[in-house]
């Protein structure tokens, strides 16, 4: 079977393999059924859940897991909002995002990086404000 030959094991073991666990079997089958972009959006949401860490026995949430009226969502940021473009004030420098250590590195979906927290600004503030402001942290 051609199953048996992507996998390269033989048909008696697949066979076992798959019967051994039913429940792992019905999960996978019911992952198949899913479709591909259904299966993906539950694996970022598992994967973003995942992300949650506890403070002092409360969730710490970001803006996209808060689900804050008005703000995009990381989807939406993902696909309209440029942050790599984005301005951010260093001293008396301007630095565009991507020029970051580790930029390419992070998640948008990692309040705890600068992409992150950019990430979360940007869906507050919406993608045509990004392109026309620049981030500064700190004192003037």
């Known amino acids: 079977m051609a199953v048996e030959r992507a996998l390269e094991v033989s048909p008696n073991s697949l066979f076992v393999f798959l019967q051994s666990d039913r429940a ?13 972009s259904k299966f993906k959006l539950a694996l970022e949401y598992i994967n973003l859940e995942d992300e949650k860490q506890d403070v002092g026995g409360q969730e ?8 804050t009226p008005g703000a995009l ?13 984005w301005i951010l004030k260093l001293g008396r420098r301007l630095v565009k995002l991507e020029n970051l250590n580790d930029w390419d590195e992070s998640k948008m979906s ?22 026309k402001t620049a981030l500064h942290f700190g004192q003037r």
């Open 24 to 36: 792992t079997t019905s999960n996978f089958q019911k992952e198949l059924n899913m479709g591909p």
């Open 60 to 67: 710490a949430s970001n803006v996209f897991h808060a689900g």
């Open 73 to 85: 969502s990381l989807e939406e940021v993902e696909e309209n909002v440029d942050l790599d473009q």
């Open 110 to 131: 990692d309040s705890s990086s600068m992409k992150g927290i950019a990430a979360e600004l940007a869906a507050c503030i919406g993608p045509d404000l990004v392109q």
